[in-house]
Structure formats: structure tokens, C-alpha cells
T-cell receptor
Framework: DAKTTQPPSMDCAEGRAANLPCNHSTISGNEYVYWYRQIHSQGPQYIIHGLKNNETNEMASLIITEDRKSSTLILPHATLRDTAVYYCIVRLVGGSNYKLTFGKGTLLTVNP | NAGVMQNPRHLVRRRGQEARLRCSPMKGHSHVYWYRQLPEEGLKFMVYLQKENIIDESGMPKERFSAEFPKEGPSILRIQQVVRGDSAAYFC?????????????FGPGTRLTVT
């Protein structure tokens, strides 16, 4: 799986958009970008994933650059409950590739 | 629809005792994954199981650790003769038979403390 690089920490004001970047310059054509988050002491939570196109669900939006070498997770209106470590994971889907490889992620702190 | 359930949530064992961690996957999910998170470290894959089959245990320590997912009942992660270094949070995740596109869904974890 391609390696990802994320900033170790970010701050965001409550109610504002939180934009979390992720670099994955070695991503291959059939690798997906997944985002998970882990709120303190809880299990990781799936947020969103994408291949090429931008994706949106009830939790967040995922913007993938045209060359697919980087992506941004957007939480449109961050709340205090969004304070968590956010993990960007790149991997193939299907076949024998099922492990999620978690890096250090980005600690997002949402401030009142 | 209940999520992934793990019990106990907290487990304290003395060195040398056995620890049994249970995981009930989400309804309709037949694939189970175990991950371990050591203090101040990231999550590491341990084992992947389907009903009655271990698919990949490449992340399991070679000794003292075993996992099963029987035809009936929860998946069990068993740690024999626990040592202080086994103290960690153990997370179970599950997915449908065809994982894509939903990813893996995690339980709340079991926090094992070895005294």
C-alpha cells in the first residue's frame, strides 16, 4: 500500500470547516483513499473513501486531486465532538488486501 | 442495527493468567479483524478471520496468542500467560462478505491491563 503523510496536528474553530490534508504521492491507479478517525479511547470510525472522484456523505467530503497524489478531508462545520485523530489510509480493495495500515494520523482539535 | 460489540470493555489480569477477549460482529458481517493499539502507538493489524477459518494471522505474536471465529458465537482472541507488555487496547472490526465499499467497522475495544 502507498505511504501517506499527514500533519501531526491541526486546530479548528468550532463551526468552521476543518480541512485535513493527506499526501500519497506513490498511490497507484487501483488504490483507494480511506479516512478513519479515532475519538479518544474509542474504536476507529470509518468516515469516507474514494478512488478518483470527489465524494460526499453525511459526515464529510473527500477531495482528491486530479493526479491523485493528495487528498483533503473536509468537515464542513466542525463541532467539539469532531476532536479526534484522523487517519488517511491508501490501499487496494478486494483480493487478499484487507489489512488497514494506520499511521500516526492528524490530531484535530476543535476549539470553542 | 447494533454495531460491533466487544466484551469485556476492561480486563485486568495478573502476569501469567489468561485473557479472553470476545467480539460479536455486526449483523450480516462474516469477516472479523483484530487490531492492537499499544499505549501511545498506532493500531496494528493482528489477525483476519472468517467463520471457522483463520485467513491471515501474520500480525499475531508467535507465542501465547490465538484467535478463533466459530460457526456459532463470537470471535475470541485468547492470550495465554499474559505479560506486562500485553497491556493494550484490542479492537475488533467486522465487514460484510464483500468488504467494498463499506470498509471495516470497529468495536469499542477491550482495554487489557496486566499487573
Amino acid at each position: 500500500d502507498a505511504k501517506t503523510t499527514q500533519p501531526p496536528s491541526m486546530d479548528c474553530a468550532e463551526g468552521r470547516a476543518a480541512n485535513l490534508p493527506c499526501n500519497h504521492s506513490t498511490i497507484s491507479g487501483n488504490e483507494y483513499v480511506y479516512w478513519y478517525r479515532q475519538i479518544h479511547s474509542q474504536g476507529p470510525q470509518y468516515i469516507i473513501h474514494g478512488l478518483k472522484n470527489n465524494e460526499t456523505n453525511e459526515m464529510a467530503s473527500l477531495i482528491i486531486t486530479e493526479d491523485r497524489k493528495s487528498s483533503t478531508l473536509i468537515l464542513p462545520h466542525a463541532t467539539l465532538r469532531d476532536t479526534a485523530v484522523y487517519y488517511c489510509i491508501v490501499r487496494l480493495v478486494g483480493g487478499s488486501n484487507y489489512k488497514l495500515t494506520f499511521g500516526k494520523g492528524t490530531l484535530l482539535t476543535v476549539n470553542p | 442495527n447494533a454495531g460491533v460489540m466487544q466484551n469485556p470493555r476492561h480486563l485486568v489480569r495478573r502476569r501469567g493468567q489468561e485473557a479472553r477477549l470476545r467480539c460479536s460482529p455486526m449483523k450480516g458481517h462474516s469477516h472479523v479483524y483484530w487490531y492492537r493499539q499499544l499505549p501511545e502507538e498506532g493500531l496494528k493489524f493482528m489477525v483476519y478471520l472468517q467463520k471457522e477459518n483463520i485467513i491471515d494471522e501474520s500480525g499475531m505474536p508467535k507465542e501465547r496468542f490465538s484467535a478463533e471465529f466459530p460457526k456459532e458465537g463470537p470471535s475470541i482472541l485468547r492470550i495465554q500467560q499474559v505479560v506486562r507488555g500485553d497491556s493494550a487496547a484490542y479492537f475488533c472490526a467486522s465487514s460484510p462478505p464483500k468488504e467494498y465499499p463499506w470498509g471495516q467497522y470497529f468495536g469499542p475495544g477491550t482495554r487489557l491491563t496486566v499487573t
